[in-house]
Nanobody
Framework: QVHLVESGGGLVQPGGSLRLSCAASGSSVSTMGWYRQAPGKQRELVGTITIGGSTNYADSVKGRFTISRSNAKNTVYLQMNSLSPEDTAVYYC??????WGQGTQVTVSS
């Protein structure tokens, strides 16, 4: 069973940047992704990345967020730039679309 451990969340000012990491245990590799859930809202897709590195992003983050991965480390990253208060949410990592991390809080506030 793959286990996901996320890190890198925190408080950042509007316009700032954060990088989230998600490490998957074991040697299995698969498409990985990021979702987020803001208070009072449904969980929404941020983006995904295949084993080969092809990415897909939600329109709301295109041009600001970048997903990358290291297959050697079985780790996926989410680089978030130009953050706004609307990006405040708990960010979740996924593996193969069915395994979820515990979530990491990102708060964008001055």
């Amino acid at each position: 069973q793959v286990h996901l451990v996320e890190s890198g969340g925190g408080l950042v000012q509007p316009g700032g940047s954060l990088r989230l990491s998600c490490a998957a245990s074991g040697s299995s590799v698969s498409t990985m992704g990021w979702y987020r859930q803001a208070p009072g809202k449904q969980r929404e897709l941020v983006g995904t990345i295949t084993i080969g590195g092809s990415t897909n992003y939600a329109d709301s983050v295109k041009g600001r967020f970048t997903i990358s991965r290291s297959n050697a480390k079985n780790t996926v990253y989410l680089q978030m730039n130009s953050l706004s208060p609307e990006d405040t949410a708990v960010y979740y990592c996924t593996f193969a679309g069915s395994i979820w991390g515990q979530g990491t809080q990102v708060t964008v506030s001055s």
